[in-house]
């Protein structure tokens, strides 16, 4: 009689097994804008103790993280067309912030549509033309701003009253509710936080507020060692913030309760700051706690966000067949090298986020630091995970072999970098390379005209460049040689 009864469970779990595989899985894209690794605890580090997201750190503990995920063009509108499209910028034709995106073009969403996914996006766009290949779309306009944010509805503007992470999060749950349950989905849930001009919610202006946030050990960085381009950047926590980064003034719209709420906190620390007059490094220093705080609040925000969508999951039971995938549009300075922004290919803003869960897929509390893998790959992998075509020119290619622990043998060893937008906050246009072990970086304009080369293993904070260095000769030959061929393989036009 036992024997029978297990005979019976056993075919009923096939069978629902098998109806279960047989229905495309959701694809849940969770994406921010300049959130560090340094600033995930999952990944580490001395942040993590002190200002914990353990609700990003879920999607690791259930999936995959991976430490060497690395973008094409760390700066965020070229970032999102590289994520839409599988190409590299001077394919998909947004090189710099101040190009339009060319919504005609091929891009992932359009073909989630054709292979049967409903398609959305909530939360910030920034990519000028208005969003096509979605069924519905909610997106900021510009940069938008940390309270009572305006959407772009469809076409319409709709004008939001709350904490913009908050309304992005509700808006995002609002389709999750109001969707065709008959069809697998694709949804981009995608948050300003924790770009800056980082406004807090006003639920968290006291987290961090009686302690000192640990300094990183580059925060005083004289730039000796290397090429005279990282000396003249302009994103310096000292000289370069500004009194809207600095909290002195507000860059959003405010009702005057929430006026009223932000005054009570900054102006009194604000008035402290102008009396005192600071000078020197006790100026940097404030300057970097008031910045590093300000912006692991925003992150704060995102981590709860990041909890309510799982849970969102878990309650409808969604979890077993939805992928998620949290990343960035690129990573970020929290201080090192005295810097905020982001702009070059050095590890801090050059290394974005990637974690992600597909159950019964993807082993749980994976970490990745083997495979170099990148934004240009995002689109080939949503397609895959949906079993839809992925068409010959797409640059990057799926992940999700890797996400199953069976990394093809012919896995990409070198990933190429090119930044475009020159004399942004410094920052002089630049390519280059990487194995992840060694990094060789050009910058051809006139003004610099110099290569840098980096041991990544000897030296991680890459303070000191060994470029021509004899020992390095090899190295750096063949580095050079996969610069070449990289850029004729991705066909990138070099003068």
């Not at 772009?152 to 939001?160: A, C, S």
């Not at 809207?244 to 906190?265: F, G, I, N, V």
């Amino acid at each position: 009689m036992m024997r029978s009864i297990l005979y019976f469970l056993g075919i009923l779990f096939f069978i629902s097994g098998n109806l279960c595989s047989s229905q495309k899985p959701n694809i849940l894209f969770l994406f921010c804008d300049d959130h560090a690794t340094q600033a995930i605890s999952a990944y580490g580090g001395p942040l993590a103790e002190i200002a914990p997201t353990p609700n990003i750190d879920r999607i690791a503990k259930e999936g995959m993280l991976f430490r060497k995920c690395y973008v094409t063009n760390s700066i965020c509108g070229p970032s999102r067309a590289v994520v839409l499209t599988g190409k590299y910028s001077h394919l998909n034709g947004f090189r710099v912030n101040g190009d339009t995106f060319d919504g005609s073009q091929q891009t992932a969403p359009k073909l989630l549509r054709k292979a049967g996914y409903q398609t959305a996006i909530v939360g910030k766009w920034h990519l000028k033309s208005e969003p096509t290949g979605f069924d519905h779309f909610e997106v900021l306009r510009g940069q938008g701003q940390y309270y009572n944010p305006i959407l772009n509805t469809d076409g319409k503007k709709v004008k939001h009253e709350g904490y913009t992470t908050d309304v992005i999060t509700d808006q995002t749950l609002e389709w999750l509710d109001n969707r065709d349950p008959d069809k697998p989905f694709f949804l981009m849930s995608q948050h300003k936080a924790p770009h800056g001009r980082w406004e807090p919610a006003i639920r968290h202006l006291d987290f961090l507020a009686d302690i000192d946030v640990p300094e990183p050990s580059t925060l005083f960085d004289d730039y000796s060692g290397r090429s005279k381009a990282a000396a003249g950047h302009k994103m310096g926590l000292a000289d370069h913030m500004g009194p809207h980064r600095l909290m002195l003034e507000y860059s959003s719209k405010l009702t005057p309760k929430q006026k009223t709420a932000l005054d009570e906190y900054f102006e009194p620390r604000n008035k402290a700051y102008l009396e005192a007059n600071l000078e020197g490094r006790d100026r940097t220093r404030w300057h970097y706690q008031r910045y590093i705080k300000n912006y692991l609040r925003c992150v704060k925000a995102v981590d709860e966000s990041v909890g309510r969508l799982l849970k969102y999951l878990d309650d409808n039971g969604l979890t077993e067949n939805t992928v998620v995938i949290y990343s960035s549009d690129q990573g970020f300075y929290l201080g090192e090298h005295g810097w905020f922004d982001k702009r070059w290919m050095y590890e801090e803003s050059f290394r974005t986020p990637l974690l992600v869960r597909w159950p019964g897929m993807v082993a749980p509390g994976t970490v990745n630091s083997k495979d170099i893998v990148s934004n240009l790959d995002f689109a080939s992998t949503f397609l895959d995970v949906a079993d839809a075509p992925i068409p010959n020119d797409l640059q990057g290619r799926s992940l999700t072999p890797v996400l199953r622990g069976n990394t093809p043998s012919d896995w990409r060893d070198y990933h190429y970098y090119h930044y475009y937008e020159s004399g942004g906050h410094g920052v002089p246009l630049h390519f280059g390379v990487t194995d992840g072990r060694y990094k060789l970086i050009r910058f051809p304009e006139p003004r610099i005209d110099a290569w840098e080369l980096y041991g990544l293993e000897s030296d991680p904070r890459e303070l000191e460049s060994r470029f021509g260095d004899p020992a390095l000769s090899d190295v750096q030959a063949e580095l050079e040689d996969q610069l070449r061929a990289l850029q004729k393989k991705y066909e990138v036009p070099v003068e």
